[in-house]
């Protein structure tokens, strides 16, 4: 077998086989934590990647600013390519949800430190507690919290919300398989975003969410606000900040309309800048152009 390109995945491990025993051309794909992590565990580790990089013909990046991050460690670096990864529009689509009065708020992500949820869960608190001294009553009876994914830190995140007093409107639904994300997400009515890790550089739950014509909460961390277009598709608020995500969900609870307009532009700008057929088209483009340099 003699291939005429080489697509390697993370500069640490895999990058370190390819720059050892490949000659031929090659495209090497970043992937987050080692371009963002790895390099600065030690002198060897930033080496060992800066090596790796200038080995490859090209280096592909999911996303605008972790291109920015990999040519921070090796400025000479030819163009990088950006591969964004492709939504399945079609099983990712918006489903009506039965009117039952409910007003769901959530996520879908492992249930780690790194994606936020405790900031989640202290802002959906900081919600009710304004919605309450309002007197909102018909409003806050409504409102619920739906945390979908498996994890180590889900005991810890269960007595965050124990010790809150907020057993009764927040449900966690545990691990569940790929192919039934796009029947939770239509579930919600708002989806939340809330990493506070630079490695975390594409935000494909939150496009995902989008296709689902969701209106979205992101924060302003790695690669999360490239996905979404700020106050078109979803709003964008500054990492660990549980009253600027609650200030933003408080606008959402309140205005169905605002919800509507961000979910059905999110969904338009994910079938024309995320879909499958246009991320394929650009990694067959850098293909290409790696091949013919």
């Known amino acids: 077998m003699s291939p ?48 790796n990089l200038r080995a490859a013909s090209r280096i592909a990046s999911t996303s605008h600013v972790m291109a920015e991050q990999t040519r921070s460690l090796c400025p000479e670096l030819a163009p990088i390519f950006v591969t964004p990864f492709g939504i399945d529009t079609a ?13 769901v708020i959530g996520t879908v992500k492992t249930m780690a430190k790194k994606y936020g949820i405790d900031i989640l869960i202290h802002g959906y608190a900081l919600l009710r507690q304004r919605l309450q001294d309002e007197k909102a009553d018909d409003l806050l009876g409504r409102l619920e919290l739906l945390l979908v994914g498996g994890g180590g830190e889900t005991a810890v995140l269960q007595a965050l919300v124990a010790q809150l007093g907020l057993e009764a409107s927040v449900t966690f639904a545990g691990q569940v398989d790929h192919t039934a994300v796009p029947d939770w997400l239509n579930r919600l009515d708002i989806y939340v975003a809330a990493s506070r890790n630079d490695s975390e550089s594409f935000g494909v739950a939150i496009l995902e969410a989008s296709s689902c014509a ?31 995500l609650a200030d933003a969900l ?23 800048q995320f879909s499958w057929d246009h991320c394929v088209t650009l990694m067959r483009d850098a293909y290409r152009q790696t091949v013919a340099a």
């Open 91 to 103: 099983r990712f689509v918006p489903v009506p949800r039965a009117a039952d009065g409910r007003l």
């Open 214 to 244: 969701l209106p979205v909460v992101v924060s302003r961390m790695g690669g999360l606000p490239e996905v979404v277009a700020e106050n078109e598709t979803g709003l964008i608020i500054p990492n660990e900040n549980p009253q600027a």
């Open 4 to 51: 005429d390109l080489l697509n390697c995945h993370y500069a640490s491990g895999y990058g370190t086989l390819m720059a050892g025993v490949w000659r031929g051309p090659s495209l090497l794909s970043v992937w987050g934590a080692d371009v963002y992590e790895f390099p600065y565990e030690s002198r060897f580790k930033m080496w060992l990647i800066k090596r």
């Open 250 to 272: 408080y606008l959402l609870v309140q205005d169905s309309a605002l919800r509507n307009r961000l979910g059905v532009a999110g969904r338009a700008r994910v079938c024309q």
